[in-house]
T-cell receptor, first 111, second 113 residues
Framework: GESVGLHLPTLSVQEGDNSIINCAYSNSASDYFIWYKQESGKGPQFIIDIRSNMDKRQGQRVTVLLNKTVKHLSLQIAATQPGDSAVYFCAEYHGGFKTIFGAGTRLFVKA | NAGVTQTPKFQVLKTGQSMTLQCAQDMNHNSMYWYRQDPGMGLRLIYYSASEGTTDKGEVPNGYNVSRLNKREFSLRLESAAPSQTSVYFC????????????FGSGTQLSVL
């Protein structure tokens, strides 16, 4: 069935290190993927997106990689800061109004 | 610019009580949505409104009703609350008529006893 999964429910990194959050998807027809960040007590916030005709997209300190062969995407955060501590969701867009959200990975940043 | 505003932030209900969650956006977005978030699960779509005057069921609509009052406001009503509706509810909006990039409110934590 269709699903968006995350390899690790929690990730702990040292401040200043790079973080990599992984996500698997099962629908090879999906053409758009989004990463959201959710801080405690707040709603999800858009971070970065990527379309299926791209392999990589960079933002400010964040990079998303898409591997369509193995249906995998990752979010890389450079020089992780305490303010990056949050839950990160990947979402798979199926068209129309159907966005499938993963359960999330909680990122802890150690000072 | 407030974005998406939800009220209330917290609510406790007894089984069978009713309540309405309010949502308003000031970004002139066409589409609005209600999601629920449960521990260990991704966000699930309850209802959405592609434009003013239209509403449609999402993935988990049972036990809920919605009203798109105008372009800015989209409310979610629980007519007879059940413990299974204990959850965090998020309102969201998107610019176009497809929910590619969503803007979320800060959520309503609802407990049904």
């Amino acid at each position: 069935g269709e699903s968006v999964g995350l390899h690790l429910p929690t990730l702990s990194v040292q401040e200043g290190d790079n973080s990599i959050i992984n996500c698997a998807y099962s629908n090879s027809a999906s053409d758009y993927f989004i990463w959201y960040k959710q801080e405690s007590g707040k709603g999800p916030q858009f971070i970065i997106d990527i379309r299926s005709n791209m392999d990589k997209r960079q933002g400010q300190r964040v990079t998303v990689l898409l591997n369509k062969t193995v249906k995998h995407l990752s979010l890389q955060i450079a020089a992780t800061q305490p303010g990056d501590s949050a839950v990160y969701f990947c979402a798979e867009y199926h068209g129309g109004f159907k966005t499938i959200f993963g359960a999330g990975t909680r990122l802890f940043v150690k000072a | 610019n407030a974005g998406v505003t939800q009220t209330p932030k917290f609510q406790v209900l007894k089984t069978g009580q009713s309540m309405t969650l309010q949502c308003a956006q000031d970004m002139n977005h066409n589409s609005m949505y209600w999601y629920r978030q449960d521990p260990g699960m991704g966000l699930r779509l309850i209802y959405y409104s592609a434009s003013e005057g239209t509403t449609d069921k999402g993935e988990v609509p049972n036990g809920y009703n919605v009203s798109r009052l105008n372009k800015r406001e989209f409310s979610l009503r629980l007519e007879s609350a059940a413990p299974s509706q204990t959850s965090v509810y998020f309102c969201a909006s998107s610019e176009g008529t497809v929910n590619e990039k969503l803007f979320f409110g800060s959520g309503t934590q609802l407990s049904v006893l």
